[in-house]
Nanobody, 118 residues
Framework: VQLQASGGGLVQAGGSLRLSCAAS????????MAWYRQGSGKQRDMVAT???????NYADSVEGRFTISRDNTKNTVYLQMNSLKPEDAVVYYC?????????????WGHGTLVTVSS
């Protein structure tokens, strides 16, 4: 199973970006999917999670500005980021809990960098 993330880039403060992360491989079922972020020298923190049924949960720091969604037909999770702030400028990672022929485990995508200019 692979998670392919895309959508990072440079944006001005107050602007918007949309991250995407598509899962591929032999997937029996995708359970929870999530976005995390990590600054240089810091721990990786949860940004938003979404269940297979579409229930979402957000970190306080992004509540009201970010929206997580998923398309189960495409095995893809999205993160719409609005009103971006300089402190949002870190590397973002997608995560998925996947049921495969070998059982259930978590997978991580490669990071995608978000840069916010003030």
């Amino acid at each position: 199973v692979q998670l392919q993330a895309s959508g990072g880039g440079l944006v001005q403060a107050g602007g918007s970006l949309r991250l995407s992360c598509a899962a591929s491989g032999i997937i029996i079922r995708l359970d929870d999917m999530a976005w995390y972020r990590q600054g240089s020298g810091k721990q990786r923190d949860m940004v938003a999670t979404i269940t297979s049924g579409g229930s979402a949960n957000y970190a306080d720091s992004v509540e009201g500005r970010f929206t997580i969604s998923r398309d189960n037909t495409k095995n893809t999770v999205y993160l719409q980021m609005n009103s971006l702030k300089p402190e949002d400028a870190v590397v973002y990672y997608c995560n998925a809990r996947v049921i495969t022929l070998g059982g259930r485990r978590d997978y991580w995508g490669h990071g995608t960098l978000v840069t916010v200019s003030s």
